[in-house]
């Protein structure tokens, strides 16, 4: 809380140069944020550079539905789990003690750390049993909104409340970009007495479709409310750690200014009218909440066409209120929102295909190059190596294609890059379509993951892995 205020305290003189008084300086109502606030950690080392936590996966129940407690599983109690909060440069030790009743790990989606730390059981590490635990311990390189999460039993684990959001702050970054909000969308499946929904309800049609849980999530709340004054810049940073879960966000009267995305910032703002952010995705906005004081701006969520079943007959629904407090008031320029970032040399880049397709026959299996993640044989990359990939989606669901440890850069249908440039992770490849992506490699060998982050998916055997030696 102490850096939020400070961040406060640095928009403060920007605002003086607008003509403000003293005694009323533009800024957020009281308690703006309150019913968004993340629990955050305390930091156990001294060291300036260092960041020591501890995480406790462990059973806890929450109060999903009014009056009904839901058993869930969290880390450290809280879903989400605790916002970690670093500035880039950091160490980060994370000690995590599994108190569940089955293995986990924890995968640090988006980081670019070494192999060993990556989190996936059978091939960065055995999987922390119940009763054990295991000290992550590596170095976050880029600003940016990742996430963390299992990467056992995904769908399961996830699916039962295991995430939460990483925050690496840039400390060069201008201090008036707007008053920052985290918003870990998600979504949780209840049966009618308030426990979880069986994760393998429905069957292989579910899987095939992707479980989405009823109840939307921002933060672990329904429909929670945020306040701003109307006139003064907001900056939210969005994760979507649903499972299967498609958001696509509308603030009516209101457009967004994305400056950022999976790996920190973008190299040029866009316009958005609403916002896409398929499974694993994030986004960096900047908006200008306008209208009456007292007023409420819903924020809706709106069916995204990921494919059949997926849009027809599903309801528009509210899943933030954005409440205008006070009068408007005049925020300060916007400062500059570019990033320098090159695209990547593709001369001689080696060609990789990628197939993403359903086994025939039942019970349901996904394939990756025809065949489910226990039976694939790893892709090759040299170290210092680049490539492009074309993901071809031969299904009628689109796929959240996600890399671990590796940034990529988007390429269109001629191979040319996505203007404005952009570092990801994670990106969705439309049903019946293909997408093209360059990644270089660079000296951090090992097995490295990829697979759908439909988690059901990744699960019914999409997933693969590259091996960069
Ligand atoms: Cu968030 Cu293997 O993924
Ligand atoms: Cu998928």
Redesign the pocket.
Known sequence: MLKQHQRLIAFVPFAFTLGCTETELPRQPDNWNQELILPTLPDQNAASNILEISLQAIEATQEIVPGTATPVWTYNGTLPGPLIRAKAGDTLIAHVENQLPDPTTI?W?GIRLPNSMDG?PEHTQPAIEPGQSFDYIFSLPDPGLY?Y?P?VD?AIQAGSGLYGALWVEDPTEPADLGDPVILVLSDIGLREDGTLSDPASGGDTATLFGREGQYILVNGKRNPTLKARPGLRQRWLLVNTAKSRYFQLDLPGHDFTRIGGDGGRIQAPIPKATLVLAP?ERADVLLTPSGAPNSEIPLRWIPFDRGYGSTEFRPIEDIMTLRLEGEAAVDSAMPGLGREINPLNLEGAAPVHIQLGQAEGAPLVLTINDKPSWDATPLQAGLHETQVWTIENTMSWSHPF?L?GYFFQALDDQKQPVMPLEWKDTIDVPYQKSRHIAVRFDDRPGMW?F?C?ILDH?DAGMMGMVLVQ
């Open positions: 995968h989606h996936v996430w999460h990467h995904s694993g996600h671990h993951m697979h982050h990744a």
